[in-house]
């Protein structure tokens, strides 16, 4: 789609009586103009915080570092948590600290991983300035949720130091005689066995060139930083060229969300 705005308002239509879409014969106070732009939007996403509280303000994730692979477009962020806190657990935080190193470092970040959303809807970013609204297309839609990796690591170095035990006891049982074990065989089809291996390999193949992709540094602005002003500017159209319509307004609203007819018992 090329890069150009356009205004897509209607000035020269007949009004429509809002009882022709079955609502209140309402009277109409204003007319918008609406300017649909597409200057950054193969670069704007959504970023969803379903683990955040809805009284979390804006403006104070602040991570501390963000990092992000540009092919597979994962994003993380370390998110520094508040160890003087009376509701942080000091001991609980040194036993979950080994997972980040092993020079007794407590578990002081929070790690904020990306999940893609496929997209069911057209989500927009609108900006309402000196009386227009102005609509950019959003390109991906992300949700960051807590990583736990960090437990992964955990249970890595418990399972290390429990298979040192195990080793010393396998040598002082290793004299015993073994007992019969009884063995459960489970047998696949080739078609199944061909399939589950395809399965398996394109998986593992995905979860290696992701981790073989090295992390970008990125750099966060946060809102009212100068550096976001600079690109929400950028969501302003910058020419208002009219949009000579070919759809009336119920095709229009059908293309973009379905069916407005009422549902028929």
């Not at 994962?74 to 980040?100: A, C, F, H, N, W």
């Not at 807590?146 to 035990?165: G, H, Q, T, W």
Request: glycine share 4%; hydrophobic share 35%.
């Amino acid at each position: 789609m090329a890069d150009t705005d356009i205004n897509m308002t209607e000035r020269d239509a007949p009004a429509v009586s809002a009882k022709e879409y079955g609502l209140p014969d309402e009277e109409i106070v204003a007319e918008i103009p609406i300017y649909l732009t597409h200057r950054i939007a193969k670069n704007l996403h959504l970023l969803q915080y379903p683990q955040r509280t809805s009284s979390a303000k804006t403006g104070v994730l602040n991570p501390s570092v963000a990092r992000l692979k540009p092919i597979h477009g994962q994003i993380e962020m370390d998110i520094q948590l508040d160890v003087t806190s009376p509701m942080y657990s000091k001991e609980r935080g040194r036993e979950l600290g080994v997972g980040l190193s092993d020079n007794g470092r407590i578990l002081d970040i929070q790690t904020l991983v990306s999940v893609n959303i496929p997209k069911s809807s057209n989500y927009m970013a609108g900006v309402f300035r000196e009386g227009a609204l102005h609509m950019t297309p959003i390109e991906k839609i992300t949700q960051l949720q807590p990583s736990l990796k960090y437990l992964d690591r955990v249970a890595e170095k418990e399972l290390a130091a429990s298979k040192l035990d195990n080793d010393d006891d396998d040598d002082e049982d290793g004299k015993k005689e073994m007992k019969a074990q009884t063995i459960q065989v489970t047998v696949r089809s080739a078609q199944a066995e061909e399939a589950l291996r395809q399965q398996q390999n394109s998986i593992a193949y995905i979860q290696q060139k992701l981790e073989e992709e090295p992390w970008s540094k990125l750099s966060y602005y946060d809102v009212g930083s100068e550096e976001s002003s600079l690109v929400s500017s950028r969501l302003l159209a910058r020419h208002t060229d009219d949009l000579v319509c070919k759809t009336s307004p119920d095709e229009f609203l059908t293309a973009i969300i379905g069916s407005i007819e009422p549902d028929v018992l």
